[in-house]
């Protein structure tokens, strides 16, 4: 007898949680913007408790930040975060790749060459938003490969806080093409059987994707800085004239 498992449905705090999530993965709620309760429990038409619940998950996924005073607010982004998370994500990725190379991962092989298939079909249409998704996967089946639940489990935490960074770059000319290419001499090297040949392309990958990142976030920054006013000049003092009432005094 053949028993099916059914996904578990999820709560409202849950799905709470997965909308204010996916706001903030795609930019519409901005880094470093207030979220405000009694806005969003009439947009969202619910109550504070929930709300609230939500707000915690996110906060232990590092995505917003609560304070008794300030109360919740997307957390910022900033360079020195987005090297410690591609430093991160370097450890994950290569170690997942290396430990592949050891083990065999004839399963995975396939899959990331769809994968790669799939990114490449997206790329010929100029489909950027489905090139994205198809090089996440790629990534994610990195990943899998390793056959590491508690692996996969740490790096989907990061994964979250890595994906508002890839935001700046995704639309920027010559990008998708350029990461594309790497992804192929990624998957060439590993299933020529060369894991160390792999992972520094993998490792140069992140690294060159880091720098593009931090390049276009520097630039943001930049933009959005506002222009600091303009001191006026003082006219120069008046010289009294000989016929002054102040002289005449």
Known sequence: MVVR???KPRTL?????AHLRERILDGTISPGERLYEL???RE???SRSPLREAFRMLATEGLVTISPRRGTAVRPISIEELRDVSEMRTLFETFALARAAQRGAGDQVEHMRGLLAEARGALARRNVEAWYESSQRFHDAIIDSAGNAQLKSLYD???LSMRRYQLLVIGLPRHPDRSQAEHQKIFDAFVSGDGRRA???LEDHI????????AALAGA????KPARPRRRRRPPPRRLSRLSPLRAR
């Open 157 to 159: 935490f990061i994964k």
């Open 44 to 46: 969202l038409a619910l």
């Open 221 to 224: 920054q930049r933009r959005e």
């Open 39 to 41: 806005r969003l429990t």
């Open 207 to 214: 690294r060159r994707e880091a720098d593009t990142l931090a």
């Open 5 to 7: 498992r059914f996904a």
């Open 13 to 17: 705090v849950e799905e709470v949680a």
């Open 199 to 201: 992972c520094a392309r």
